[in-house]
């Protein structure tokens, strides 16, 4: 019903043009916690296809105090992440990333119409964890949707490790919308974790 009253509202909104962009309170106390490389095969939470060529991936920890999973819910949010090659300390769009933009907590994924725990009954205080995925190296052509006139990004973090910058974002049909600060993967905590991963 609420979801019903949410579609009728933003169809009315529309119509009237009366809409509006509203930005909800976001979490912008996003820290870095730690980075580890792991195979894709083995993360039964991205849901990944079966048969699948090998991958790496490096899975970045990070901290926020805010109970994400309560905040989708509540808002009815499709969340995900952004992720990109920093440019002066911060998220580049140009230099953006990535296929994966889903966002975990201990209980997989967080998303708006799936009864599951909150982010906070993980136990972790007084920040919670939650963590992401990106590839070690891409061609820059597989799992992307390409953007107008936006070349696709290659790289391969083994060879030319670099600090990475991503952010959490969130919205819903209705117009609400988050976007957390902006958060630094170092470059030295990248090539530590591919090493000890011996990719």
Same mark, same amino acid.
């Given at each position: 019903?609420?979801?019903?009253?949410?579609?009728?509202?933003?169809?009315?909104?529309?119509?009237?043009?009366?809409?509006?962009?509203?930005?909800? $309170? =976001?979490?912008?106390? /996003?820290?870095?916690?730690?980075? &580890?490389?792991?195979?894709? #095969?083995?993360?039964? !939470?991205?849901?990944?296809?079966?048969?699948?060529?090998?991958?790496?991936?490096?899975?970045?920890?990070?901290?926020?105090?805010?109970?994400?999973?309560?905040?989708?819910?509540?808002?009815?949010?499709?969340?995900?992440?952004?992720?990109?090659?920093?440019?002066?300390?911060?998220?580049?769009?140009? $230099? =953006?990333?990535?296929? /994966?933009?889903?966002?975990?907590? &201990?209980?997989?994924?967080? #998303?708006?119409?799936? !009864?599951?725990?909150?982010?906070?009954?993980?136990?972790?205080?007084?920040?919670?964890?939650?963590?992401?995925?990106?590839?070690?190296?891409?061609?820059?052509?597989?799992?992307?949707?390409?953007?107008?006139?936006?070349?696709?990004?290659?790289?391969?973090?083994?060879?030319?490790?670099?600090?990475?910058?991503?952010?959490?974002?969130?919205?819903?049909?209705?117009?609400?919308?988050?976007?957390?600060?902006?958060?630094?993967?170092?470059?030295?905590?990248?090539?530590?974790?591919?090493?000890?991963?011996?990719?």
């Amino acid at each position: 019903m609420k979801r019903l009253y949410m579609l009728l509202s933003f169809a009315a909104c529309i119509e009237s043009a009366s809409c509006a962009m509203i930005e909800t $309170r =976001s979490p912008n106390d /996003l820290r870095f916690l730690a980075t &580890k490389a792991v195979l894709l #095969e083995e993360q039964p !939470e991205i849901g990944a296809p079966s048969g699948r060529p090998s991958r790496m991936m490096i899975r970045v920890d990070f901290t926020a105090n805010e109970d994400l999973q309560k905040i989708t819910k509540k808002f009815e949010y499709n969340i995900g992440n952004d992720t990109s090659f920093c440019t002066n300390g911060q998220y580049d769009d140009a $230099r =953006s990333f990535g296929w /994966l933009h889903d966002v975990y907590d &201990k209980y997989g994924h967080i #998303e708006a119409y799936r !009864e599951r725990a909150s982010s906070s009954d993980a136990g972790t205080a007084p920040a919670i964890t939650y963590h992401l995925y990106f590839e070690v190296m891409s061609d820059g052509k597989h799992y992307v949707v390409l953007e107008k006139n936006k070349k696709p990004i290659a790289y391969d973090l083994r060879k030319q490790p670099a600090d990475v910058c991503f952010w959490i974002r969130g919205g819903n049909m209705m117009g609400d919308h988050f976007r957390s600060n902006t958060v630094v993967v170092p470059a030295a905590e990248l090539s530590k974790a591919i090493t000890a991963a011996g990719a």
